[in-house]
């Protein structure tokens, strides 16, 4: 089953384990599936987010950069 929100991030980002935190309470309020994955397996992926991470996508869409607002997600997810 694929997940609904991935998180897109890195080892020792401040800001990653935040938003990894905000979509893991948010996701299990929910009922939703998510995964995070680490940037720096994937050259592509450094070349893509490495200034963004993290970066947050609901089914497949962008949704969040840097930080995720809890509310916003919650909406995203028809919760």
């Not at 384990?17 to 009922?31: D, F, L, P, S």
């Amino acid at each position: 089953m694929t997940p609904r929100v991935v998180v897109y991030s890195r080892e020792g980002c401040h800001l990653c384990e935040v938003a990894e935190q905000v979509v893991a309470q948010v996701c299990a309020a929910a009922g939703a599936s998510w995964e995070r994955v680490d940037v720096d397996t994937d050259p592509d992926l450094v070349r893509r987010f490495t200034n963004e991470v993290p970066v947050t996508f609901v089914d497949g869409v962008q949704h969040d950069f840097w930080r995720v607002d809890p509310e916003r997600l919650r909406a995203a997810l028809g919760a």
